[in-house]
């Protein structure tokens, strides 16, 4: 069996036989090999004692101490295919050594899934035309390639575009802007789409909120901006898309209530947040690049623990988040926090609501949602004079109240029917329970909501040019 030596052990041993056979001096030798004297006499002496063998290198056809067993890359291979499929291959990595407890590289991994074919759905287009390349050169030289080989190079056809956008310095201190959003996707892998909306500082990466919903609601940002207000503050500015959900508009049949820019406005009023709005998503970058990465990883992440309601997985992300933002979110520099501390004497659940304006009717009652309601101060019933304008507070907690100028008044439901007939009905005790009425608060005066509605009306017709 002949010995067999790479280039380099070839050229060694090349020149050695010759400085052996008088043809090379051993200066010349030392130019050649780039090595020491010392060097040239020991090769000199492996080729007397060893000949042509003793040139091959010590480590050849040896398994290295760390290298896998084929055992362990079967495994690797098959956790891909089965449970970890479509995952990136840096989270897939994160799993093998969290969950599966293999400690293994980034590296090694890409380089065992690549020989099998299986690209990262998160490849860099380099990758894919490197991947594509090499298959067609393979069946431009008439080999036969495998079902897996013909799937992977039709999938890789693909467009080379690209998408220039520029590029911004991020905000200096933390708080000092929000993104907010919301993604449709389908976020349990069954078919049926929800809404998961999120807040992202833009200074830091930082997740400060996030809530699953069915649809793109008011509700479900006032949920995430709960979050972001206990656990950080109040930030400087708000940054959002004009989705319906921050802009109504109904040329026919315009309606305040419906207009839920108005109330999220609002309460970024109350709060002293400036609110922003754009239609170009490259202005809010951080967010968008947020629903890439969430939309790879927590998809996936959900699916392991088997979620498949909206109540799951708001469940799963109390725990989620903070693990993702000490994986991705950044530290700054500088200490000082553009949030401000939320104060004691504010309650979210008054602030985070819905406002409505409704006229008093001729029975003194006033209609909100298809039901009619009666106002209240304490337990006494309070009479008002009908077309008076009132405006129905709707809090977080489905509590109702009404304000008229500088009073506020609970609203007790007028039932279509009497539950209970005095006289045919045996005489039920009734508990008394007294009506509890929070003391009047700035966003609940509704001449500071109706002076907020003029000044919104008076900047969209400055945009417009229609003021005069």
Not at 298 to 321: G, P, W
Request: hydrophobic share 35%; with cysteine; charged share 25%.
């Amino acid at each position: 069996m002949g010995v067999h030596l790479t280039m380099f052990e070839e050229q060694k041993y090349k020149i050695i036989k010759k400085i052996s056979n008088g043809q090379v001096s051993k200066t010349r030798a030392e130019v050649e090999l780039a090595l020491s004297r010392r060097q040239i006499n020991r090769l000199i002496q492996v080729y007397q004692t060893k000949g042509k063998s003793g040139f091959i290198h010590g480590n050849q056809n040896r398994k290295p101490s760390t290298g896998l067993s084929t055992e362990t890359k079967k495994k690797i291979i098959a956790l891909y295919n089965k449970k970890y499929e479509a995952f990136n291959l840096t989270h897939f990595t994160e799993k093998l050594i969290e969950v599966e407890k293999i400690q293994v590289s980034y590296t090694t991994v890409r380089n065992l899934l690549h020989e099998k074919n299986l690209l990262s759905p998160r490849a860099f287009r380099q990758t894919k035309r490197k991947k594509r390349k090499e298959l067609q050169e393979k069946e431009q030289h008439k080999q036969v390639l495998t079902k897996k080989e013909c799937q992977v190079l039709n999938e890789l056809d693909y467009v080379d575009t690209l998408k220039a956008h520029p590029s911004r310095s991020r905000k200096k201190y933390c708080g000092e802007q929000l993104q907010m959003d919301a993604s449709s996707h389908d976020w349990f892998k069954n078919g049926t789409y929800a809404h998961l909306h999120a807040a992202i500082d833009d200074a830091t990466g930082l997740v400060v909120g996030a809530y699953f919903d069915k649809e793109e609601t008011l509700d479900a940002y006032y949920e995430v901006m709960e979050q972001f207000l206990t656990n950080y503050g109040i930030p400087y500015e708000i940054l959002t898309d004009n989705r319906t959900v921050f802009i109504y508009k109904q040329e026919k049949h315009p309606s305040e209530e419906k207009d839920t820019f108005t109330q999220f406005g609002y309460a970024c009023h109350t709060l002293g947040i400036n609110l922003r709005t754009t239609s170009i998503p490259q202005a809010k970058g951080k967010i968008e690049r947020l629903w890439n990465t969430l939309q790879d990883r927590l998809l996936h992440e959900m699916a392991l623990c088997s979620i498949q309601s909206i109540d799951e997985a708001n469940l799963f992300l109390t725990h989620y988040i903070p693990t993702y933002n000490a994986k991705f979110a950044l530290q700054l520099k500088d200490s000082k926090s553009a949030f401000e501390k939320l104060p004691k004497t504010v309650i979210l659940n008054h602030i985070l609501a819905r406002f409505s304006q409704r006229i008093i009717q001729k029975g003194h009652g006033v209609k909100y949602q298809n039901k009619l309601y009666r106002l209240h101060d304490q337990n006494q019933q309070v009479l008002l004079t009908p077309k008076t304008s009132v405006l129905i507070i709707h809090t977080k907690g489905n509590e109702l109240y009404a304000s008229v100028d500088n009073s506020v008044f609970s609203l007790q439901e007028i039932l279509l029917h009497e539950e209970v007939s005095k006289e045919l009905d045996a005489p039920v005790r009734a508990k008394k329970t007294q009506l509890i009425i929070p003391s009047l608060s700035h966003p609940w005066r509704k001449p500071s909501y109706d002076r907020y509605l003029r000044n919104k009306k008076q900047k969209e017709a400055l945009k417009k040019g229609t003021l005069v």
